[in-house]
């Protein structure tokens, strides 16, 4: 009977070591540190792993060719606000009218909804979003001069440090927590985005009436207050001691980053470090300036390329690589001229940043939102290259699986064998969005709806994707859209309109917008 007794007990402790075992090699993995790191209008054609074309960047190069590149991932809009608010809520952008491209406007999340931080808090990590944030603040108008909330710290983030919206926005200052960095209270910030004669002594120089005060001439758009030389979207006075310095921003976000890798070196965090470039204006340090040799748009490339690097270096000496699953994408497509004088299109040369897509930043065509999305975890993800269709709407769902979390976000699917292991299948569609249009991918057929509206925005001079018909693309035989196939399969056209106005539902785009036949 003992010996009975002593067997049952060992097998007891066997198992139990074993379930232990079990369980360490099991939170190990599926606990990594979370870094998104997300570019602003970085193309598909910009990055040398994508595209051998002019311009070089080995730090992204390193991640994407060894790790999993996807030549078909999507950001959720060909804009900013869009694709941040859909890659943090897991919703479609068309779902929520407020999410727009925002300029000095309210918050765009609910502060009910659930998030990717607040996903991640609940399984122990902290939280900090440094870079651009771009979902707007507050609930009415914005009162820099106090706590501004809710922002990033009310939607789960529990470290902020951002700029507001971009760069090309006033107010032109960081802001830590809800708190605008160094005010001084006896300079109190005042910021408008309608006229400058809001403000009461209404003499303050801006891009319009002073440009010989400006050293980056405006081309559209851009023309208001000047900041450091600047003319910029919106007036602004007061603050002088808070006033970022763009040649510095790139090491000052860089900075707070690798602070906060450091300081949470020992608990599980999720970083979202949200780079500035290569959006307006193209401000390079002057370690940077002509390096790309085709102007500023090439050298904040390599100044964000060399960002990355370091923020690699950071989590290489802190010994994170092998417990990190980094994910690095751009919240759209790439635009040369977006409203200065900056030699984009100029210096060019034969680099292509729509990597022979059609269209760009604002646009349903490919390019607008088709863009670099790269998974590396050392040792983890095998390095390797994914054809499936992936879309960063897709991030809450997966990385909440990938953390053993069981929230799956409204329109987002649970892709974590697909970045984790290169197996399973991608999405079988997706809906495309561009400032509110739609569009519909499924399998290799890409539909886009007729709309009104002009055909190419010619101050970017980007092909936006309107038109009076439908068009229907094969995008595996004709990846540039080049052949209209309506005509040719009217079939899988109809099949198509059928499919995307079930997705899209009561959601439909503004009908003086979409003509639908
Ligand atoms: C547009 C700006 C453009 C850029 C964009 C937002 C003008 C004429 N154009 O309205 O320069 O700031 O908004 O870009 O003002 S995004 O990448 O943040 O969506
Ligand atoms: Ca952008």
């Known amino acids: 009977m003992k010996l009975l007794k002593f067997l049952f007990f060992s097998i007891f402790l066997i198992l139990l070591g074993c379930s232990k075992n079990q369980k360490n090699i099991l939170s190990n993995i599926s606990k990594p540190n979370i870094l998104i ?15 051998k074309g002019k311009i070089q960047t080995p730090n992204i190069d390193k991640l994407a060719n060894n790790g999993l590149k996807f030549t078909n991932g999507y950001s959720s809009s060909a804009t900013c606000s869009p694709s941040r608010y859909a890659l943090l809520t897991g919703k479609y952008p068309w779902r929520n009218p407020n999410a727009k491209i925002i300029t000095g406007g309210s918050l765009i999340i609910d502060t009910t909804e659930v998030t990717l931080p607040k996903v991640l808090n609940s399984n122990g ?18 009162n820099y001069n106090s706590l501004i909330s809710p922002g990033p710290n009310q939607v789960g983030f529990n470290y902020s440090y951002i700029m507001a919206d971009t760069q090309d926005r006033v107010p032109c200052v960081y802001i830590e927590n809800g708190k605008v960095v160094n005010l001084d209270d ?40 000047i900041i450091n030389g600047v003319p910029r979207i919106g007036y602004m006075k007061g603050g002088e001691n808070a006033l970022w310095s763009d040649i510095d921003m790139a090491d000052h976000f860089l900075k707070k980053a690798n ?44 100044e964000a390329d060399w960002c990355i690097g370091q923020i690699y270096k950071t989590l290489e000496k802190l010994d994170l690589l092998k417990n990190t699953l980094i994910i690095l994408s751009s919240d759209n497509g790439p635009v040369l001229n977006d409203g200065y004088y900056d030699n984009a299109v100029e210096l060019l040369g034969d680099h292509d940043p729509f990597g022979g897509l059609r269209g760009g930043k604002y646009s349903l065509f490919e390019a607008g ?17 994914s054809n499936e269709i992936i879309s960063q709407i897709d991030l809450l769902s997966s990385i909440s699986s990938i953390v053993g979390d069981k929230f799956r976000s409204k329109d987002g ?16 569609e997706l809906i495309i969005e561009a ?38 693309f094969n995008i595996k035989n004709d990846p540039s859209q080049r052949v209209n196939l309506i005509k040719v399969n009217n079939i899988q056209l109809q099949k198509m309109i059928k499919r995307y106005k079930s997705i899209i539902g009561d959601d439909i785009n503004s009908p003086e917008k979409l003509i639908l036949e």
């Open 37 to 51: 790191i997300y570019l602003d209008d970085l193309g598909y054609g910009d990055v040398s792993a994508y595209n």
């Open 125 to 142: 990590y902290y939280s900090g979003i440094v870079g651009k944030w771009h979902l707007g603040l507050g609930n009415t108008k914005i």
């Open 186 to 225: 006896d300079d109190p910030i005042e910021v408008n985005f309608a006229v400058n004669s809001n403000f009461d002594d209404y003499n303050l120089p801006t891009g319009l009436n002073n440009p010989e005060l400006t050293n980056m001439k405006w081309h559209h758009g851009h023309n208001g207050s």
């Open 259 to 302: 602070e906060f890798l450091e300081e949470n070196k020992e608990n599980n965090f999720f970083l979202f470090y949200s780079l500035q470039q290569p959006h307006v204006p193209r401000t390079p340090h002057p370690r940077f300036e002509g390096l790309s040799g085709m102007g500023p748009r090439g050298d904040v490339i390599l």
């Open 369 to 385: 939102t088709k863009v670099p999305f790269i998974a590396y975890w050392k040792n983890t993800i095998q390095s390797g290259v």
């Open 413 to 428: 699917q649970d892709l974590s064998n697909l970045i984790l292991n290169n197996q399973g299948n991608g999405r079988k």
């Open 435 to 472: 400032t509110t249009r739609t569009a519909f991918r499924s399998g290799d057929w890409v539909m886009i709806p007729p709309y009104n509206g002009v055909p190419v925005n010619k101050n970017v001079n980007i092909e936006l994707g309107n038109s009076n018909e439908y068009k229907l």
